[in-house]
């Protein structure tokens, strides 16, 4: 059994402005440090970004009042068919890979609003609007958008530790099929299935995942030793961590680390938790195939080649949400 340290030591926080920088030294240092970071660990944390506390609150502010409504009031904005995709998923819905119990948690996703008749209208479901909650769409809108940008820079960076062109994957995820998703954590009333926790253990699809700080504690991600490390951030800090499809392309030389949101302690379980992960996709055309620099005769390619739209079915399917 996995235990906890009380400290993050693996992880490491860094500065995005020192990317932008014009000094080569000072960008070199933040290439190196994040490419070590996801390959040691997948988990990073990142301060100096351009998501204002300004956005971030109000955006914790609109979905509060969402997550507020009555049942009946929230499942008028489940969309069916898609997966969860888009729109409101309700508690117990998910449920981690192996495991059938679901996640003691609720919801809601937007993605990708695409120019009008692009040919992905055929393949991404419409953004599901709350129009009875004012600035709940334009707000959640500029979230997502400005965690595209940063996820798009922290990639391009990440391209140049792989030694590809720092635009490799540039077009790939500008039209993504990225999520950005508010959840709500709600209190334990006893009566929660039996071994059920707010998110069990799991590993992210995507290829890298943003998120902003949560309301409360509860994050946990595994050391290579077992070890399960309670990651806790700053004012305005960003935790990011490698999902599969970066785990596949790198062929494994980026690690997806397992990780979970865990219940509250004895005492607390009547605390709620609200946080707003931003998993960002390709788009599904993508191959996952390994880069070829990630390849050798002493690490083989370890997964057979797919696509990301194929993978991500696969995997929606695992966790019961098709």
């Known amino acids: ?33 994040l490419g070590k970071s996801f390959s040691e660990i997948g988990f990073v944390v990142i301060s100096g970004h351009k ?48 495991t059938s119990v679901g996640d003691l948690k609720e919801f809601f996703h937007v993605g990708v609003d695409l120019p009008e008749g692009h040919p992905l209208e055929k393949v991404y479901p419409a953004n599901v609007g709350v129009p009875q909650i004012a600035e709940f769409d334009a707000t959640l809108r500029a979230l997502y958008q400005g965690l595209l940008d940063l996820g798009c820079d922290l990639l391009r960076a990440l391209s140049l530790w792989l030694n590809l062109d720092e635009e490799f ?9 990225s999520k950005l998703r508010p959840i709500h954590y709600p209190p334990l009333r006893g009566s929660e299935p039996a071994g059920a926790i707010r998110s069990s253990e799991h590993e992210d699809i995507n290829l890298i995942t943003l998120l902003i700080g949560a309301s409360s504690p509860g994050l946990q991600a595994k050391s290579k030793s077992g070890e399960w490390i309670e990651i806790t951030t700053k004012p305005n800090e960003i935790v990011v961590n490698v999902g599969d499809m970066l785990q596949r392309l790198t062929n494994y030389r980026l690690i997806s680390t397992t990780h979970r949101v865990v219940n509250p302690p004895t005492g607390n379980e009547g605390t709620t938790r609200f946080s707003i992960p931003f998993f960002l996709h390709p788009v599904p055309e993508m191959s996952l195939a390994p880069l070829r620099a990630c390849v050798s005769q002493s690490n083989p390619p370890r997964d057979p080649p797919t696509t990301a739209g194929e993978y991500l079915s696969e995997r929606l399917r695992e966790i019961g949400l098709t």
């Open 51 to 98: 998501v204002s506390n300004e956005l971030q609150k109000k955006s914790y502010e609109v979905i509060g009042k969402f997550f507020s409504l009555p049942e009946a009031e929230k499942i008028k904005f489940e969309k069916q068919g898609v997966g969860g995709s888009r729109g409101y998923t309700r508690l117990y819905k998910e449920h981690a890979k192996n």
């Open 169 to 177: 994957f540039e077009d790939f995820v500008i039209l993504g099929d």
């Open 1 to 33: 059994m996995a235990t906890l340290l009380s400290q993050r030591p693996d992880i490491r926080t860094l500065d995005i402005t020192q990317f932008y920088s014009a000094n080569p030294a000072e960008r070199a240092m933040f290439i190196e440090n």
